[in-house]
């Protein structure tokens, strides 16, 4: 017969050898380690390995020949066959074993192709028909022509070089690296022969390396060449290495052994060392090691490792005896060769095999669908029509990836083309008509239009009845009009757009993400883009080992199983390392390396990946991560899942009422409407999980209530009622009521009126069908002194708002200034947001805002703060209030426009009067059951009610007043002295008296004067003096300075008390500044106010941080008062009662008289004398006189210096308000400011010669 050149067989096509193609195998079984997948039998090793030593040896009885091979026309190649001894004409079958006898029957045929002796005649199955010859057509991708092969002809036709393993690996198509390699160790040993160098001393250990289905040769081919050859894979290649190796005489032997990886991780040592005395008894050959990178695996105990110690030595010592040929993947090699550095020394030669081109895979594809149909398929358009090159271009783009199958993807790609011709031709069948089960449309190699496949799928249909998801739903059909435009490029053979199909979906919990995610995958299966489409859910536990290396094994074991599936990470931020520049967490950054290293992201990856969890945190953790995980993932347009709106909400509720078979009132359902509005607030909000939270708890309560009923009026069926939905639900209603409870005695009327007015909008809002949460203000600032209500109406706040239904629960969270700020750069922000996330659906009461107005620190923090509220998802979901002195409150506000323009809403919570005094001494007392003797404290007429009320009026003149702290801590001692005194009493008389109570005031009064005593520079105590004005600055002043208050006067140190003891003075600051009007002070009646007028103003504290201390000493004139009002229960004491009533009118008299001595001395100060002047001499007066009463009856009774006490501080507050009245004559001349200077035209305005006050020009 003659040569049939290489040229004349359509591109991939194996030329059998000549002269002779025939073959012969043995009759026994075989045992060949390797397989073949698309065909039905193997050959024996020893078979194969005579059949590749001896091709042309003519056989003597063949069971098969080849009668010729024509062709005609040029357009197809005819081969026949004929079968001898056989009882029919029975054409050739994949999988026959020819028998070498012929006097024997032939062989049994089954399904499987393997020979079965046991069989009997009943199981011999009839044999296949032939495949027929495979009709030309042409190649649609041009062919690259192979350097290796004319590489190999030149050398052939100039040196006469000869080769038979070379010819038969050149005429197979790719495998370039491959050709080249055998070209180049043929070169080496070519060499070395002609220098005489010897080999005994070379390696030819080599590494295959390549994505599976690389080396599998056309269906067809193998059909025709399978009397020669085994299935062409890594073995088969491996087998031809082996011959080569031996052709060209490195080798003594062509002795094949093949084995697995794991084989010899199991055995070991002893396993190892039993393969290689084979070899060595056969004088030589190859062992081939498949998947060698099992035998360094993670998940392999030492026996491997101990395996491939024992390889490593006896490759070195039997160097040109022993070959061996390990594969495996390239990723998985790597950790192969890490085990030990000699491997790469050992190890010189490497193989790769590349995937297949584009030509090479249509032809793949053009023989699969020919061997598998026997030649009857017939394609739309053509085996080279445009369908057909769609679909290799596809498969095409998976190219490159780790885990690429090659000719196995184009195996699968068959199957999926055989599945939609079976759905399309049993529509057809249902509908009546006879199809053509041998034609493969368009849509059945390529798929539908997806347009069309959308409109059947129910997985799209499901995610269009979703509740809410708006904008989900936007990007899945936005994807999905990608896909359509696509299909159509594709149509066009343009390329297509990349899409990726990995996704992250962000969002609150219970918004459906793993349900969309589901939904997501069967649509992608739907269109063809994933062959599986299943969902499979992990959480970051599922990936992270117990030691270091396990996470990366059990992250691409789960990679591995979910290929062509959707693969859901749920709380996927979990997988945060931390922060790049500290030290990260091993095993979570091992998880991460390891989805980068095997996720690629692109266009035909058979898979879907997706991250769920919060937005915030999971980009935080691509922050963190390894780069390349942005770019496998669409961090710029991901999922993003809303929190449901308080509609669809509704909707969710109303479905699974539907499908619980419940039912409820029109009332109860405006109660589980308001229900939800409250947990929407909540941080965290668990959307449709709550709502089956809100449900559960109807059902349980509507069974508790059905349960209390007697058995007879019990009902099953009824409607859930509001109660069952929320036990307090009228709180609304009575709202009014409520907030007069909370606050009655606590704060002035005034501030309940307005929280009372705060409900009735919100009710009317509700009434009318307005958003109350609109109407009614949220952010709040309480300015005061101290101890006037400001924690305590803060605390009822969160109970009043959740009646109104403004936040999810009634809690107040309560943080001074100072816990929004942190200690170092970079602490502030996140621990200011981490705290202002947790008060939402609460209120945040702040205090102290003073400590916000400085520092770098401070402004972050209210940076922070502003940007939280003006974000719309928190606008009125928590209640906020700024608490703090009016001053510091301006100061912050006036320096911070922003937070102000947020703070709408100011209640003043003023000083307390001395009758609010009395009515929270009365409270606390009654809180305890004491009573006062003639009760005399709910009386206001008698002399007890007023003394006491005037004692206040001392105490609240007195630097350090707390207002109703103070009170309380009085009523706390008045109690305790009660007891005191009680111990010894049988009886068990609760009564006070009004000493009792008048002196513990008294005792009080003192301490707050000693604590506001310093030394002076004699050594002996005087009050603080304030320092001077020294502002000297000529611009006109500010806003603030504007509106403060005249500068302090100057005290003389030199006035100071007599030391002694029974030196007693106590000084007391009484303001006397000119009373502001009554008519804008909130919180008083008119019978307050006007007592009020007649009482002098109290001095405002201002807190230590401010600026504005000079102006504090200004309003103040210093008294002085006896300390020695103190309870002395001696026996000289009662003596001192016990003396004649002549001798106190004189000790009176003499009082009285010091005291008109000293009213005549503050008269004598003139008008026209300075500020400062007249301040000093008053003080110096009143202290003087003060200490000469004292100093007068030093051993009087402490009923007498009771009694004295109160008529000297009656005269002496009307010697107060009397000299007020003069001050402010002299404040009101037209010429002079309030403090008697006159004024000085300077540039805007006026400003005083004593530089403490300024008036505009306007």
Partial sequence: MPHISDREYPPGFLVPPDPAFTSTSSSRPSTSASSVSTAPSSLSDDACREDIEDTSKPVETPRLDIESIQRP???????????????????????????????????????????????????????????????????????????????????????GEV????????????????????????????????????????????????????????????????????????????????????????????????????????????????????????????????????????????????????????????????????????????????????????????????????????????????????????????????????????????????????????????????????????????????????????????????????????????????????????????????????????????????????????????????????????????????????????????????????????????????????????????????????????FKTGVLDTLVSIIQGVPGEDRCIIFVGYEDRIRNMFHNANPGLSRRFRVDRPFRFQNFTINQLLQVMQLKMEQKDLSCTPEAWEVARDVLERALMRPNFGNAGDVDNCLAAAQMNFEQRQSAKPLHEQACDDDLQPQDFDPDWDRISRGATDCQRLLSGKVHQNIIDKFVNYQKRCLGARKYGFRPRDLVPTNFVFAGPAGTGKSTAACQMGRIFYNMGLLSAPEVVEHSASDLIGQYVGQTSPKTRKLLELASGKVLFIDEVHRLASGQFAAEAVDELVGFLTQQENAGKMVVILAGYQSDIRNLMSNRPDLSGLFKEEIAFDELSPEDCVAILLRELDANRITTESDFLRVRESRGHSNVRKLFKALIALPGWSNARDVKYLATQILGNFLESAADNTTSDR??????????????????????????????????????????????????????????????????TPGGDTACDVDVNVNTQHKPDREHQPGLSKSKQRERDDEPVPNQRRSQHTNDTDAQSSDETHVSIPRALQRQQSPKVEQHEKQEPSSRPQSLHNSEELEHQASLSEHQVPVEATWEQRKRRATQVQLQTGVTKINTKTNSGTHTLVLRARRWLSRLLKRGRKREKQETRVSSHPGRCEAGYAWNAVPGGYRCEGRHHFMPAS
């Fill in 73 to 159: 026309n040029g357009n197809s190649i005819n081969i026949t066959f004929s079968l001898s001894k056989a009882t029919s004409s029975s054409p050739f079958a994949l999988g026959v074993n020819a028998h070498t006898s012929p006097d024997e029957s032939p062989p049994e045929i089954s399904h499987s192709g393997h020979s079965d002796e046991g069989d009997t005649d009943s199981e011999v199955s009839e044999p296949e028909e032939p495949v027929p010859p495979r009709p030309y057509c042409k190649n649609p991708f041009q062919f690259c022509p192979s350097p290796a092969a004319e590489e190999w002809e030149k050398r052939k036709a100039a040196r």
């Fill in 163 to 586: 080769n038979e393993v070379i010819d038969r690996l050149m005429r197979y198509q790719g495998l370039e690296e491959v050709k080249q390699q055998f070209l180049d160790i043929k070169s080496k040993v070519d060499i070395c022969e002609s220098q005489g160098r010897s080999l005994n001393r070379e390696r030819f250990n080599v590494v295959f390396q390549g994505n599976p289905g690389t080396g599998i040769d056309s269906p067809y081919l193998v059909s025709v060449k399978r009397i020669t050859d085994t299935m062409l894979g890594k073995t088969t290649f491996a087998r031809l290495y082996a011959e080569f190796l031996h052709s060209v005489g490195v080798i003594n032997s062509s002795y094949f052994k093949e084995t697995a990886g794991i084989a010899l991780a199991v055995k070991g040592a002893e396993g190892a060392q039993d393969e290689v005395e084979d070899i060595l008894n056969h004088n030589g050959g190859v062992l081939f090691i498949d998947e060698a990178y099992q035998l360094t695996a993670a998940y392999i105990e030492a026996l491997g490792k101990q395996a491939l110690d024992f390889l490593l030595k006896a490759m070195e010592d039997n160097i040109g005896k022993l070959v061996v040929v390990f594969v495996g993947y390239k990723e998985e090699m790597e950790s192969f060769f890490e085990h030990n550095p000699g491997l790469t020394s050992r190890i010189p030669w490497t193989m790769h095999f590349a995937d297949f081109t584009d030509a090479e895979l249509w032809e793949i594809l053009y023989d699969n669908i020919h061997v598998g149909y026997r030649g009857n398929m017939r394609v739309d358009g053509g085996m080279d029509g445009k369908p057909m090159r769609i679909a290799v271009r596809r498969l095409a783009q998976s190219r490159g990836n780790r885990g690429f199958g090659n000719a196995r993807a184009v195996e699968n790609l068959i199957g999926q083309i055989s599945s939609r011709q079976a759905r399309r031709l049993q529509k057809l069948r249902v509908q009546g008509k006879e199809p053509d089960c041998n034609f493969f449309t368009q849509e059945d190699v390529i798929g539908p239009d997806p347009s069309d496949v959308l409109q059947s799928s129910h997985a799209w249909n499901e995610l269009q009845k979703l509740i809410g998801l708006d904008t989900v739903k936007k990007n899945v059909r936005t994807m999905m009009g990608m896909i359509q435009k696509n299909y159509r490029r594709e149509l066009k053979e343009i390329k297509p757009f990349q899409l990726p199909l990995n996704q992250l979906f962000l969002g609150p919990p219970g918004t459906g993400k793993t349900t969309v995610a589901k939904l997501y995958g069967q649509i992608l299966n739907d269109l063809g883009l994933l062959t599986r489409g299943d969902l499979i859910v992990k959480n970051p536990a599922d990936f992270i080992g117990e030691c270091l290396g396990k996470s990366e094994a059990k992250t691409r074991k789960i990679l591995e199983a979910t290929v062509g599936r959707v693969l859901v990470i749920d709380e996927a931020y979990m997988l945060d390392p931390g922060d790049p520049n500290k030290e990260q967490d091993k």
């Fill in 991 to 1056: 009564t006070l008296s009004a000493d009792h109570v008048e002196a513990c005031i008294m005792d009080m009064i003192t301490l707050s004067t000693n604590r506001c005593k310093k030394l002076g520079d004699d050594g002996n105590t005087a009050l603080p003096i304030s320092p001077p004005h020294a502002n000297n600055d000529p611009e006109p002043a500010t806003l603030e300075e504007t509106q403060a208050s005249p500068p302090p006067p100057r005290i003389d140190p030199a006035i100071c």
